[in-house]
């Protein structure tokens, strides 16, 4: 029996599935709003009535038509049991049929072949009108009575005929409507199926609907797209399409003229460009060595690595706490004064980018030491300078949260700082992770390896500063934002990025079974919360802030919508402000109190909730004799990257089902946070590393939550206190206690964050705190002689 | 309608000439040329002493100087009137420095440090009855002083003009003089191994001779000890010259109270202008003075200095409606020397009916019975007008007994004088810090009679106190409020009731009636609001709100739910007070755990009856397996015993007092908090809900089953 199959689309592999399943939505969109399917539904009520449905939608019937002798009517009749649905040339005369009337199917009755006109079968009638909608065009009604034919009555003659005539003609009509690659897909059905109906023409059309697709891939510059298509039209049709033959001539000329063109920008000194045009090159044709050849000697000479990032940075801050492409982009560009390094049994271990630091036994002093080899341009007085500025409410650097710890600062030698603290304090160094601009200084020691060398729309390129000592070591990273995670996946598949900086935690998974990719995990994850920003009453109120809490299924946002996994490992809800760590026995954990458990979602207790402030609201109105405050739309910042936005819109529709109306807002590109924007809500995602100290840089003074609230201010002011780890220990886990009460954020989820690297760079560790953070030894791969890229 | 400002009627200004005419006729005939030794206050012009200094870069000849001096004079006295009895001079060579490093600079020991006094020896048979001056004229024979101080006084003496009877002392001092070829300090060692038994050097050095010497006034008219027992204020004028023209500065020093004014500026670039800017500057540096008459908790009769002599209301020495005062407390010993001179902190007081010599004031203090206290002959209330220079204060929160520590995250509020709506200012930094600006101050005061009244009335009328709106306000910006049950309400501050709220004092009577308690303040009966028009009684006569003419602010302090302090305030008087406040750390630390507790005690409740409430509906839906479900829902939830077992564990935590000890009062609201936190817990949680429940739904199917069927 023979099925109607649906075209193969001629598409890149990945691809198919998603196209064939969007092209039955398209049929779908054309049945339900096509004017011919109106037209045809016009016709078939025609035929069977004003008030009947199309023929196919109808119980099988047969058709009967008396001759005038008996009465000239047309009667429907449950289909008559003709053996094989054949009926006699002749019947005997005087013989009678039985048959059974639709309108009184309780009866039988009997007619006599002689008082029969003409007898219509169901599936005929079903043909003929196939056959009349084909020849009118309407080819949606074509189709849907040919496919029914086709399952219910494969045996009708003529049937594969009329199959290969609607094939046919359908492809012509879409070729003129420009429907390139559903023409392709349906003449090459037609091919395969019947190789003898019309060849000629139908291999004219083939020649020149892939043609026309050819051109459209080149004339997009996606080779990639186009070779594919001529390597399997080749494999397909052997040498029989003459249009495979000239495209293969003409993208041969295209690679050497690509070739030549990235010879030229090399020579000229524009690797940017001329990468580009050897990716070309090589997209063309991969396995070529001289392509390869030109491609790696570009790399030679300029090294350089094309990173895609969802978050492209306005600022630079290597110790961001909440601003990812800052902490990213700054670890590039210049050195904090005090760096975090690891992650240690007591807190981070941290470093002084300008030499040694030292903490005293007894916790009150701080010493650090010069690199001896920076005495000629630094001296210890111009760094104690800047680290007393600090505690300088005058001035622009004053850092509350250092000067109140920070008692002196003395220079007892040209290259020893020492700072007395006001009082013990077990990590103290955790404050001192400053941008340092030492105006004295010739040259910036804070520098990082890398400048920014310019910034177009979409890309931030960044030049080593002094030329490489490592051969391969990249001079040049080339930074490209994408708010659209699937096309940087893409990207990277296809070889025009070598690192993907934050993976949405869904692609990781898929990606992770690509062999030519890596997926590696951050070492430390970061903590997503929404932090109240406005003054709007009913933010401020604890028992509203909950009730939010209450009306969000935090479980299977994180699960469903963003992770893609319920593996703890990817993320996980949490309760308060500090990462949980993988588990107790995890050092980042030291803050996290797990006797408080994550708000449940109760969407019941939130209306409760919301009700209760509601009244409360009036009445303390009617009291003051004041107007009832009015609800208003909440507004829900969040920074341009795509997790984040999920997220946002993810809580807001569940807010929703309990009342509360609120809407999204997007901040400008690289920001997170924006004072020319109005929100009430700040969807921030903090790398809450330290958390010691980095509580106090959320919620502190300059701090992007700092909190009015006296509970939180003074929990804070005790952490300050704090002389032991012990104690340290104590006072956060009461923190978090008192952060899930009183909720001054509204904690979300923890997410391990995870990046991916191509095949073509190596070098970069297993968990990095940051992308960049051991760059010094990243190493591009040159392409060998057997390298298969990545198309 | 009275007019509170309208002091000029005619026969008011008669008899005060009048009387005037007739203390002056008084006193010629008594032949006292003392005229004010014994003074009529009100009648008693100010006695001013104006010290000019030039900086080096003005050249000038005597004459000029004389000239100017005179110009100056008299434009003070046409400023002044009769309410000023003024003598302009250059300023005494021994404050040259002083006047070099600038005016602001200037304390009462730098002041003082460089004049000389009598100095003998305590032990020594020679000294040990001298106590006065005149005793040591008439005993002793010689007096040793240095060389360089005798230079000084005799030039001093030379070129300073007094009375007779001053310059007769002068001489006679002079005269037993004995040059002495040591240095001050040699005669100070001389004094201290009683070689020496009476000798005259400057005061740095005496001070270090306290314990074996004693020190008698010298009646040097050029010398500040002089002026503190002969003259009523004292304006130290320094002129200097800048690219941008000449700058007056001016600072002035209450004789009587020692206590000096804030350096007022003035500029001129025209030379000739120079006499007018001194007057300006000095008009600008001058307090008006009034003394306190009779005390109330919030009012103040009030009587001012010169006020008989003032016939125009634009003279400087005139108060008006709107002028803030601030109190001074002076106690004298039984020698007359001061044992007290203070600022009273926190406590101001503000014009608000005055007919030229009596005033009517209302009183706002941080303490309670600020101005009230013994009456005697020695202790003198006065209340000298403010002058604010600065745009902002600076006020630091610090426990009380160790400056040390700060209160950091207090919220601080302003209250409208007029209106009473609260406002808040922010919140105490890490360092106990909030910077207030002048714009945070009260515009009008409303005198405190109508204010009672109204109170008075809006309590009839049954409309709300604007006590509620801290709480409101906190809730909304200090992100305070509690999902429990609040107290707050029992903790807000109140309005200015009996006394007010205690706040802290430097002085050791003040201190015992620190800041107050929660729920003490809130049993406080204060004004409600004024600034209702439909509240004003009818019997009362309308009298509009007084428009301030200094910045006054009524402060609170807030720390979680409870009010530390009340703090009225200048703004811009000084750059930074200091209000020492008890310690409410504990207590705090408590509340926020409190607080949280009562949340989840508010959502436990919640969850319970919405559950049982959907059992009941499931069960009369003939539902009985979804309503069982939901009953073990409720038996799922934290049970009484449980969440009473969390609050005996967190009680012991907050009152655990190891490391740390906890304040009686402290301690007190902390036991008060739990006491309401068990109190609902038990009101709210120990039924067994579930069991009800199950019994109830037990009968009624029973009740179901032994109806009889029809």
Request: glycine letters at 4%; a neutral charge.
């Amino acid at each position: 029996m023979m099925a109607l199959r649906f075209p193969r689309f001629l598409q890149p592999v990945r691809c198919r599935a998603a196209l064939i399943v969007g092209m039955c939505l398209l049929l779908c969109q054309i049945l339900s709003d096509s004017p011919v399917l109106a037209q045809s539904k016009s016709n078939a009520s025609a035929t069977a009535g004003a008030s009947e449905l199309p023929l196919i939608d109808q119980p099988p019937f047969d058709l009967i038509r008396l001759n005038d002798a008996a009465g000239g009517r047309a009667v429907k009749i449950a289909p008559i049991p003709l053996p094989n649905r054949m009926i006699k040339p002749s019947p005997v005369a005087g013989k009678k049929i039985e048959v059974i009337l639709l309108s009184h199917e309780d009866r039988r009755y009997e007619i006599a072949w002689s008082d029969i006109a003409q007898l219509e079968l169901y599936e005929l009638m079903i043909y003929d009108e196939a056959v009349r909608k084909l020849k009118e065009k309407d080819f949606v009604t074509a189709f849907q009575n040919l496919s029914f034919l086709m399952r219910k009555y494969p045996e009708i003659v003529g049937l594969e005929r009329l199959r290969e005539e609607f094939l046919f003609n359908s492809a012509m009509t879409m070729f003129a409507s420009g429907r390139f690659t559903q023409t392709l897909a349906t003449l090459e059905e037609l091919y395969k199926t019947a190789p003898g109906y019309q060849p000629d023409s139908v291999l004219n059309g083939l020649n020149r609907v892939s043609d026309s697709i050819i051109k459209q891939y080149i004339d997009k510059n996606d080779f990639i797209s186009a070779r594919a298509m001529l390597e399997r039209l080749r494999n397909d049709f052997s040498d029989k399409l003459s249009s495979v033959r000239a495209w293969r001539a003409k993208l041969q000329s295209l690679a050497a003229q690509k070739k030549q063109e990235a010879v030229k920008l090399m020579e000229a000194g524009d690797y940017r460009n001329a990468r580009r045009a050897s990716l070309a090159m090589l997209s063309i044709f991969p396995a070529e060595a001289e392509a390869k050849e030109v491609f790696n000697e570009i790399n030679r000479r300029h090294p350089m690595v094309r990173v895609g990032v969802m978050q492209s940075s306005s600022e630079l801050d290597p110790a961001s706490l909440t601003n990812w492409p800052a902490r990213r982009c700054g670890a590039l560009i210049e050195k904090p004064l005090v760096e975090f390094l690891e992650t240690g049994a007591e807190g981070g271990r941290y470093g002084f980018s300008l030499g040694l630091i030292r903490h005293s036994d007894d916790r009150q002093e701080l010493t650090l030491e010069l690199e001896p080899s920076l005495a000629g341009s630094l001296d210890a007085f111009t760094v104690a300078q800047s680290i007393f500025q600090r505690t300088d409410p005058q001035h622009a650097d004053y850092d509350p949260s250092w000067a109140a710890i920070a008692h002196t600062v003395s220079v007892p030698s040209p290259t020893t700082i020492r700072v007395r603290l006001q009082r013990p304090n077990v990590l103290p160094q955790a404050l001192m992770q400053w941008k340092c601009q030492l105006a004295s200084t010739p040259t910036n020691p804070f520098d990082g390896s890398f400048r920014q060398v310019d910034s177009v729309e979409n890309e931030n390129a960044f030049q080593l500063r002094q030329p490489p000592t490592e051969r391969d070591a990249p001079i040049e990273i080339i930074e490209i934002f994408y708010d659209d995670p699937k096309s940087a996946v893409n990207d990277l598949l296809k070889g025009e990025l070598e690192v993907l900086d934050q993976l949405f935690p869904a692609d990781a998974t898929r990606l992770a079974n690509n062999a030519k990719i890596q997926v590696g995990s951050y070492a430390l994850p970061t903590v997503h919360m929404l932090v109240p920003v406005s003054e709007y009453e009913f933010l401020a109120d604890q028992r509203f802030r909950r009730a939010l809490m209450y009306a969000s299924d935090r479980e299977s946002i994180l699960n469903e919508e963003l992770l893609g996994s319920t593996s703890s490992n990817d993320g996980r809800i949490i309760s308060g402000p500090f990462p949980s760590g993988i588990d107790s026995s995890d050092p980042l954990s030291y803050a996290y109190n797990s006797a408080v458990k994550p708000i449940e979602f109760e969407p019941r207790l939130s209306k409760l909730l919301l009700f209760m402030v509601d009244q409360d609201f009036a009445e303390k109105a009617e009291k003051l004799g004041k107007p009832v405050p009015q609800k208003r739309k909440i507004v829900v910042a969040t920074p341009d990257f795509e997790l984040a936005q999920v997220a946002v819109q993810a809580i807001i529709q569940q807010w929703a089902l309990v009342g509360i109306d609120a809407e999204m807002v997007i901040l400008p590109r690289g920001k997170v946070t924006d004072i020319n924007t109005q929100y009430d809500l700040l969807y921030v995602t903090a790398s809450m590393w330290e958390p010691l100290t980095d509580i106090e840089r959320l919620f502190g003074e300059q701090g992007i939550a700092r909190s009015n609230n006296p509970y939180i201010i003074q929990a804070l002011a005790r952490l300050r206190s704090a002389r032991n780890w012990r104690e340290v220990r104590t006072y956060l886990q009461d923190m978090h206690q008192l952060v899930d009460y009183h909720l001054p954020v509204l904690p979300l989820w923890q997410i391990a964050d995870r990046f991916a690297v191509a095949s073509s760079l190596a070098g970069l560790s297993d968990k990095p705190l940051t992308l960049y953070q051991n760059i010094a030894a990243w190493r591009i791969n040159h392409l060998t002689a057997d390298t298969v890229t990545r198309q | 309608m009275i007019n509170c400002s309208s002091v000029d009627l005619p026969i008011v200004r008669a008899i005060r000439v009048s009387a005037f005419f007739l203390m002056l006729l008084a006193a010629m005939i008594s032949g006292n040329s003392h005229v004010f030794g014994q003074q009529v206050w009100e009648f008693a012009p100010y006695r001013v002493q104006v010290w000019i200094a030039f900086d080096a870069s003005l050249q000038s000849d005597d004459e000029s100087q004389v000239r100017l001096l005179g110009s100056i004079n008299n434009q003070l006295h046409a400023a002044f009137r009769a309410a000023w009895s003024v003598d302009t001079r250059l300023a005494p060579h021994h404050l040259d420095s002083l006047y070099a490093r600038g005016l602001h600079t200037a304390g009462l020991p730098e002041l003082v440090s460089n004049e000389i006094e009598l100095v003998l020896h305590k032990d020594s048979e020679e000294t040990d009855a001298i106590r006065t001056f005149e005793a040591a004229l008439e005993r002793l024979d010689a007096i040793a002083i240095s060389t360089r101080e005798l230079t000084k006084l005799t030039e001093a003496k030379k070129n300073w003009r007094t009375d007779a009877k001053t310059q007769e002392l002068v001489e006679k001092l002079c005269s037993k003089c004995v040059a002495d070829k040591g240095t001050d300090n040699e005669l100070a060692i001389g004094l201290e191994n009683k070689s020496i038994s009476a000798a005259i050097i400057p005061r740095a050095i005496s001070r270090k001779l306290e314990k074996s010497t004693r020190s008698v006034f010298l009646p040097l008219p050029w010398q500040t000890e002089f002026l503190y027992r002969e003259v009523d204020k004292t304006f130290f004028v320094a002129v200097r010259e800048t690219i941008d023209g000449l700058i007056v500065d001016a600072r002035e020093l209450d004789c009587p109270m020692r206590l000096l004014g804030p350096v007022i500026s003035r500029s001129t670039s025209d030379p000739a202008f120079l006499s007018y800017c001194v007057r300006d500057a000095i008009v600008g540096a001058f307090a008006p003075v009034a003394r306190a008459e009779q005390f109330e908790t919030r009012t103040a009769k009030l009587r001012l200095r010169a006020g008989g002599l003032i016939m125009d209301q634009a003279n400087p020495a005139f108060l008006h409606p709107g002028d803030v005062l601030q109190p001074v407390i002076r106690r004298d010993d039984r020698n007359g020397v001061p044992s007290l001179l203070e600022p009273l902190p926190w406590t101001f007081a503000v014009v608000t009916r005055t007919d030229g010599i009596k005033l009517d004031a209302n009183v706002y203090s941080g303490i309670r019975g600020a101005l009230q206290g013994q009456r005697n002959n020695r202790t003198q209330r006065i209340l000298m007008r403010v002058r604010p220079t600065a745009d902002a204060t600076n006020i630091k929160v610090v426990v009380k007994g160790n400056n040390e520590l700060p209160q950091s995250g207090c919220t601080v509020f302003a209250r409208d004088l007029a209106s009473e709506d609260l406002k808040s200012i922010g919140r105490t930094d890490w360092r106990g810090m909030i910077n207030v600006a002048s714009h945070h101050a009260s515009n009008r005061i409303i005198p405190d009679q109508i204010a009672q009244a109204r109170a008075k009335d809006a309590a009839a009328t049954g409309s709300s106190p604007p006590d509620s709106q801290i709480d409101n306000k906190s809730q909304s910006s200090a992100d305070t409020s509690g999902a429990g049950a609040s107290n707050a309400t029992q903790s807000t501050p109140t309005k200015e009731s009996n006394g007010g709220q205690k706040t802290s004092a430097k002085n050791a009577e003040q201190t015992d009636e620190l800041a107050t308690g929660d729920a003490d303040s809130a049993s406080e009966q204060g004004p409600a609001s004024v600034s209702k028009p439909a509240v004003q009684p009818a019997e009362q006569p309308f009298q509009p709100a007084i428009e301030l003419r200094q910045p006054l602010a009524l402060l609170y302090v807030k720390s979680g739910d409870n009010v530390l302090a009340r703090l009225p305030l200048v703004l811009g008087l000084t750059k930074l007070e200091v209000a020492e406040l008890p310690s409410d750390t504990r207590r705090l630390e408590a509340e926020a755990f409190v607080k949280g507790f009562q949340g989840e005690v508010l959502e436990l409740i919640g969850m319970r009856n919405m559950l049982a409430a959907r059992s009941r509906k499931l069960f009369a839906d003939k539902k009985l397996d979804e309503a069982r479900a939901a009953i073990s829902q409720i038996r799922a939830l934290r049970s009484y015993t449980e969440m009473a077992d969390a609050l005996e564990t967190l009680q012991r935590k907050m009152l655990d007092e190891t490391n740390d000890p906890i304040p009686l009062a402290s301690k007190n609201r902390i036991d008060r908090m739990f006491q309401v936190t068990r109190e609902s817990l038990q009101k709210y949680l120990q039924e067994d809900i579930a069991r009800k429940l199950e019994v109830q739904f037990e009968q009624a199917a029973t009740q179901s089953a032994s109806v009889p069927q029809p």
